[in-house]
């Protein structure tokens, strides 16, 4: 059997586990599974408090039990003897009860013994490098009515160098943390006043306002409308929607004149009363409707996390109106654009389609087999491979879910193309079609980065901070080496570059040359200009690019023509 990243993660959780069990005979264990770069385990280590300084000693113990080299065992029991061989933990009763197989696997080495479908490598001495990285709290199955576990996170590898280098990207990880990168920059900051309640400040406000208006620009190409709809409604509209119903926990709600109102949670029933509010004829469509819209949502404090997770954020939101006829090439379009637009911040992304799910969902389900089929013939029709994420759809209707990859490895969820049968039923949309009756259009939701605050997290995150040109919120610094001799022109060439809508800053402070630049290496600008003798007399400037020893001279003129021109190209420096 080959020994697969998975199956190597899988056997390292039971080997964290079997030395959790020498270490706390009391410890009751819950899950362990394998995940994207490693595994964890939870475990109810009872009145015992575990810190992360007791790595060494798990750590220790996990060689000691490699070193012995245990057969690891396969085993398979009845519903009843796993009942019984697991009586003294309430954790794996309760798993045992679900299953509905009569034959049940258990996995045995040494004196452990773990409730597992596997498979798992043969012997423990197959898992020598690993190393156990960081704590978390993880309520029972997700629950927080269920009593909190400590969640232990790890990872393993086949060789020492694989784990090596993983751990330096780990490191390389947290230099690139976009809250610190952030506070370094001077891109945000979150206030005690309001947890989840991002500031942007006024670099933050450029980076912002460029990416907005690339998006604005974009869709104008792909023939949207632009909307902006009320941020708090009445309940009744909520009630309608359905969010009330089944959302409304997460919901800030007001009382108006006595009269009960909620800050929007989403963008959509703004988007249908709109729709609503004229007369579609068929040969209206397909209306395609874009909002970058601000909504809250009411989440837990613990969630909180930088940009990633907030309580207010704006949504890019699209409503897509069509008639059945138009629906395929409706998808291809946002297929082409989403591809496009991913591709210009250098992230690779695959894509997921999230079926049926097997109880809550609404419609007929000749509906959503159809759907599901057109989803799944537009990505093939455009040349788009995706792996099927069975039962994952939304309770309204299937969607494709676009998986991004940053320059360090890692996947996020960010946009995703739904068709809901939900909506346009509540609200009773229609448009009038040829033969001038009554027709319920298709409706696509529809969101390219998901959000402007996570999306740029994911941004400062990717490109460790040193924007491209075009994002940079200084795009270029000026020194001038002596303020007696070179301020003069330094300040024409900043007021030149400002005049070519160039963002352009002198920096003419007393600190020495050396000094300057490599504050200027700090902010990550993108480019450096130094200001001497030479650059004055032949109305030249010295550039040095972003992470760059090299020094190019060339006229102030030819300067501004390659800024504007990775700007235009928006590439990087």
């Not at 959509?268 to 395609?288: A, E, F, Q, W």
């Not at 007696?484 to 007021?495: G, I, P, R, S, T």
Request: proline share 3%.
């Amino acid at each position: 059997m080959e020994i697969t990243k998975d199956i190597l993660n899988h056997s390292t959780a039971h080997l964290l586990a079997h030395a959790i069990h020498r270490l706390y005979p009391k410890a009751l264990f819950a899950i362990g599974p394998s995940i994207e770069e490693g595994f964890y385990y939870d475990i109810d280590f009872g009145k015992d408090v575990l810190v992360e300084n007791d790595f060494a000693k798990i750590e220790a113990e996990m060689k000691k039990i490699v070193k012995e080299n245990i057969k690891i065992v396969r085993k398979e029991v009845s519903k009843d003897e796993a009942l019984n061989l697991f009586k003294n933990n309430p954790y794996k009763v309760e798993l045992i009860k679900e299953l509905k197989d009569e034959k049940i696997t258990v996995y045995e080495q040494g004196d452990f013994l773990d409730l597992c479908r596997g498979p798992h490598v043969g012997y423990t001495g197959n898992l020598k490098h690993f190393k156990l990285l960081n704590l978390a709290g993880a309520y029972w199955r997700g629950d927080s009515k269920n009593k909190q576990l400590t969640r232990i996170y790890g990872t393993s590898a086949k060789t020492k160098e694989e784990l090596d280098n993983y751990l330096k990207l780990l490191e390389e990880r947290k230099a690139r943390d976009h809250r610190k990168l952030g506070k370094e920059l001077g891109l945000f900051m979150i206030s005690e006043y309001g947890p989840g309640f991002p500031f942007w400040l006024p670099k933050g406000m450029i980076l912002r306002n460029e990416l907005e208006n690339f998006w604005y620009q974009k869709h104008e190409e792909e023939g949207y409308v632009f909307v902006r709809t009320p941020i708090m409604l009445s309940k009744e509209l909520w009630v309608t929607s359905g969010h009330w119903a089944n959302y409304k926990d997460n919901m800030y709600t007001s009382k108006i004149e006595d009269k009960e109102f909620a800050i929007k949670p989403m963008n959509c029933p703004g988007g249908m009363l709109i729709y609503k509010n004229v007369l579609h004829s068929y040969k209206d469509l397909p209306i395609r409707m874009g909002e970058l819209g601000l909504v809250h949502r009411n989440e837990a404090s613990g969630a909180l996390a930088g940009l990633f997770r907030v309580r207010t954020f704006t949504q890019d939101d699209a409503h897509i109106f069509c008639r059945r006829d138009q629906l395929e090439d409706e998808i291809k379009r946002m297929l082409k654009l989403f591809d496009e637009m991913y591709t210009l911040f250098n992230l690779s992304y695959h894509i997921e389609l999230s079926t049926r799910p097997e109880k809550k969902y609404i419609g007929d389900i000749k509906v959503w087999d159809e759907s599901e089929k057109i989803l799944e013939e537009a990505c093939k029709s455009s040349g788009k491979k995706f792996i099927i994420n069975k039962g994952d759809g939304a309770f309204y209707g299937p969607k494709l879910d676009f998986k991004l990859k940053d320059s360090m490895n890692r996947i996020w969820q960010c946009g995703t193309i739904q068709l809901d049968m939900n909506l346009p039923e509540r609200f009773d949309l229609t448009y009038i079609d040829e033969n001038n009756n009554k027709v319920r259009p298709i409706m696509l939701h529809r969101a390219l980065f998901g959000s402007i605050e996570r999306f740029i997290g994911i941004l400062i995150e990717h490109y460790g901070g040193a924007f491209p040109v075009w994002l940079s919120p200084e795009q270029v610094r000026v020194l001038p080496v002596n303020n007696q001799f070179h301020l003069e022109y330094a300040k024409q060439v900043v007021n030149e570059l400002k005049a070519n809508h160039i963002r352009a800053k002198l920096d003419d402070s007393n600190e020495k040359l050396g000094y300057r630049l490599r504050n200027a290496q700090v902010m990550k600008v993108p480019y450096t200009i130094v200001i001497g003798d030479k650059e004055k007399e032949n109305h030249t400037v010295t550039y040095r690019p972003f992470g760059k020893q090299e020094q190019v001279t060339i006229s102030l003129d030819e300067f501004k023509k390659l800024t504007l021109e990775k700007i235009k190209q928006k590439t990087k420096a």
